[in-house]
């Protein structure tokens, strides 16, 4: 099997403050093809001009500079108009409600699971 080049290769911004989640999170998406630009917080990833190019946002909704709604209205006032994936680790309605109103296409529970967040990414 041989690997597409990195301009055919889908993009992932992936912003997650736990260290051990980005990157268990990146090294899963770059092995099933992806390009990664991970980040720690929502204002690295808005400063990256990369982030505008991203096909796919995979965010987590507590960040310790704003939270993943804030992250995502952000990248949409800049043209951002990817498919995008919110993490937590307390989901409930009104999130799950928040999230897909502002368009996130799924809220996805912490502990992620690799099939659901692969499935949530149209793999």
């Known amino acids: 099997m041989t690997m597409p080049s990195p301009a055919e ?3 992932v911004l992936l912003v997650e403050d736990d260290d051990g989640v980005r990157r268990s999170t990146q090294l899963l998406l770059h092995g099933r093809g992806y390009l990664v630009r991970a ?3 929502a204002t690295a ?3 990256d001009p990369a982030s505008l190019r991203a ?3 995979v965010a987590d909704y507590c960040l310790p500079d704003g939270d993943g709604i804030a992250l995502l209205r952000d990248l949409h006032a800049r043209g951002w108009r990817g498919h995008a994936v919110l993490m937590t680790g ?3 309605p009104s999130l799950r409600a928040e999230a897909m109103a502002i368009g996130y296409a ?5 502990p992620l699971r ?4 692969l499935g949530a990414l149209g793999d």
Request: hydrophobic share 35%; proline share 8%; glycine share 0%.
């Open 9 to 11: 290769r889908p993009s």
């Open 106 to 110: 799924a809220l996805l529970e912490k």
């Open 39 to 41: 980040h720690s917080v």
């Open 45 to 47: 990833s808005l400063a």
């Open 114 to 117: 690799t099939h659901e967040l």
């Open 55 to 57: 096909d796919y946002l």
């Open 90 to 92: 307390y989901p409930n």
